[in-house]
């Protein structure tokens, strides 16, 4: 293999070449899914933005399109950043984004399918009246972006949410239209944080089946934002009156640095659309490399998108959950399956048969023995981050119950692995009082040998009640060259990292289950696939 092919992707998207960051103006319409996507067609480096486009029937393989969006015009000439697709009642798509202007000024523009016929919606019209919404007096005109998807309130006008800061402050600034065309700000923001600059605003109404259409039962609106200095992402979810525009978070979520978020580890950018064809919402997000930029332009690539996952409410409404949508598991091949195998402590074993287990789909079901055994959550830890805790207590720290989980991409010396895992505690009294406190990791310190790897070791809480659960934690880990993305809890917390080995690459690459705690653990099923890789076609017209 080649410098850099042993690690691109075989069914997680990818273009051909370049540098690719965030998701842009995913839709689904007549039939087709889009996926646009904020590329540079001259390099592997971050810069000559333009929005590259690519189509599906599945989610799954894809038509690469020439770019659909790119500098022409003094509205957009220094850049066409993010923004989102709006599918209109009388179903024709517009789409809005923002163009980086002659001065520098971020802009909000208004772009137009050229032919309704083509299924494909190649080209696209950027009227001459751009931009529609420019940065107003007093606002900070280089940190105003990423238009989202915009709704219809109950007066008819159309509102959508731009991201801004006020100094340190982050805005979700609205604005309203009745035509696409003319746009007024209104007088308040949708919400606001002092967390920094907010990009990539998303807004959506759910339910716990997921697309919290109007009436349905359970219905809350999640805001998402994504935060320039942390480059992670969080959303609040709670009550959104669209009569008045106001939006009030649940009182028990926080706001911020301490919230929820989609992934806890290498996701950003990300956008929903709701698919009508199956009724569902679906989120896109982008992973960066965690290689050094030396190494991205001698691979000539760099980004990749994370699966598309399916989004929805918890039934107890605590959080949103994911799950990679399941047209990815068509992709499938041969499998290996483990039932009721015990790890005892110190212990490892392989899930061994799979012809390449560094392009899998693995699907998993712990049960820990023993919880007796497990240890006191530091009082120390007590309002620490999931990610502190995991850095201190990584995959080599022996505890009581955990870590145990998965090593993937591992080399047959296993000198080279990635470790995904669980780590179980006692609640420390206090809020907790006596229920378990249940640590998902991602440690890749020993992923690869290869230096300049940026390997910080990602982690989050799982909301699951293991003394209830009989010590059950369910595992699902996609594999694919250089990404691991976990779902813990059956999608309550998710995980995506990149890693770089250099030996435990292609075939070469093998799956352990490792238990490094007291207590033993049984694997009471384990089902591992090869996946196929997806299609990637270059368009035929
Ligand atoms: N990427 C785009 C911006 C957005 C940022 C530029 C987030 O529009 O704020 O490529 O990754």
């Known amino acids: 293999l080649a410098v850099g092919d042993a690690h691109r992707t075989g069914y997680h998207f990818q273009p051909p070449k370049n540098w690719i960051n965030d998701p842009n103006g995913v839709m689904y319409y007549k039939g087709v899914y889009h996926l646009f996507y904020q590329y540079n067609p001259k390099g592997a ?8 486009h690519a189509v599906s029937t599945d989610l799954v393989d894809w038509v690469m399109l020439p770019p659909a969006i790119y500098p022409t015009a003094p509205f957009d000439v220094n850049g066409c950043w993010s ?16 163009g980086i202007d002659g001065e520098n000024r971020q802009v909000q523009n208004v772009a137009y399918p050229k032919d309704l016929s083509d299924p494909y919606l190649r080209e696209w019209v950027k009227p001459d009246y751009n931009p529609v919404i420019a940065p107003g007096p007093g606002m900070n005109a280089t940190a105003f972006r990423d238009p989202t998807t915009a709704w219809q309130g109950p007066d008819g006008l159309w509102r959508l949410v731009i991201g801004t800061k006020d100094n340190h402050r982050g805005l979700a600034m609205l604005y309203r239209s009745r035509d696409f065309k003319r746009w007024a700000p209104a007088r308040r923001a949708l919400h606001s944080g002092d967390t920094g600059m907010w990009e990539c605003p998303d807004f959506y109404p759910v339910n716990s089946a997921g697309v919290g259409v109007s009436g349905s039962g359970g219905r809350k609106h999640v805001l998402k934002v994504s935060l320039d200095l942390t480059r992670f992402e969080y959303y609040t979810f709670g009550e959104y009156d669209d009569a008045t525009d106001t939006y009030v978070p649940d009182a028990a979520i926080a706001d911020g640095n301490d919230g929820l978020r989609y992934d806890y580890g290498n996701f950003y950018a990300s956008k929903t659309f709701l698919d ?25 690539w760099a980004g990749v998108q994370a699966v598309p996952r399916k989004v929805w409410l918890a039934p107890d409404g605590k959080q949103l959950v994911q799950w990679p949508v399941a047209e990815i ?22 899930v061994s048969g ?38 201190a207590r990584g995959a080599e720290a022996k505890g009581g119950v955990g870590p145990f989980g998965l090593w993937v991409l591992a080399s047959d010396d296993l000198k080279e692995r990635t470790a995904v895992f669980f780590r179980v505690f006692k609640g420390g009294g206090g809020g907790d009082g006596g229920k378990h406190v249940v640590l998902m990791c991602n440690d890749p310190s020993m992923s690869s040998h290869a230096d300049n790897l940026y390997k910080p070791t990602f982690a989050g809480f799982v909301d699951v009640e293991v003394a209830q659960t009989g010590g059950k934690i369910p595992l699902r880990t996609l594999i694919d060259h250089s990404v691991v993305e976990s779902f813990g809890a059956h999608g309550k917390t998710c995980i995506l990292s990149r890693v770089y080995p250099t030996k435990a690459v292609g075939d070469k690459a093998r799956l352990y289950v490792f238990n490094n705690g007291e207590s033993d653990v049984k694997v009471t099923h384990l089902n591992a696939y090869e996946m196929r890789s997806a299609k990637i076609t270059a368009d035929v017209k």
């Open 83 to 98: 923004g989102s697709a709006t599918v209109l009642p009388d179903g024709t798509p517009v789409i809005m984004y923002t």
């Open 45 to 52: 480096v971050w810069g000559n933005i333009v929005w590259a």
């Open 329 to 350: 598991e068509s992709l499938r091949g041969n499998h290996v399956n483990v039932t009721d195998t015990l790890v005892k402590a110190g212990q490892h074993f392989e």
């Open 276 to 300: 009508t064809a199956k009724q569902r919402r679906i989120l896109w997000g982008w992973a960066n490399e965690s290689d050094s930029t030396a190494d991205d332009l001698r691979k000539g």
């Open 354 to 391: 799979l012809a390449s287990p560094a392009q899998a789909d693995v699907e998993a079901a712990f049960q820990v023995m023993d919880l007796d055994k497990a240890e006191p959550f530091d009082p120390a830890w007590r309002g620490a981050d999931a990610e502190t805790v995991c850095a």
